[in-house]
């Protein structure tokens, strides 16, 4: 069987390149959903579904002592009520940086911490 090249192939098909008329990905929000758009008034389902998402990458030591102090709190709890994850003590976290955001300063993640002390 003799080999065609691969331009003579394809004129020989006549193959157009299809036409798009209308983008093939979803557009990009182009600000985050409200809080009230997450958490309509009086929603009474599951707290976390109420809440934004937002992921962090963390340093493995941080993983490792959160997953301790998370543990610690919860068999220190006396009442039942709301379990203690790792993420109700990073919105504690988050809460306490912007309770002191008028202290922080410096343009890396070293100056930030040693301008709060840690």
């Known amino acids: 069987m003799a080999r065609k ?3 003579s192939l394809l004129e020989s098909t006549n193959m157009q390149s299809p036409v798009v008329t209308e983008s093939q990905t979803p557009a990009v929000p182009t600000s985050r959903p409200s809080l ?3 958490a309509p008034e009086g929603d009474t389902g599951p707290r976390y579904l109420r809440m934004l998402r937002k992921e962090a990458r963390i340093r493995p030591e941080q993983a490792d002592e959160l997953t301790v102090l998370v543990r610690q709190l919860n068999r ?3 009442a039942s009520g709301e379990r203690i994850t790792d993420n109700t003590l990073i919105r504690v976290a988050i809460d306490l940086l912007l309770e002191r955001r008028a202290e922080l300063r410096g343009t890396t993640e070293a100056e930030l911490r040693a301008s709060l002390g840690l």
Do not use: S
């Open 76 to 78: 220190a709890r006396q």
């Open 5 to 7: 090249k691969l331009n």
């Open 36 to 38: 009230a758009a997450v």
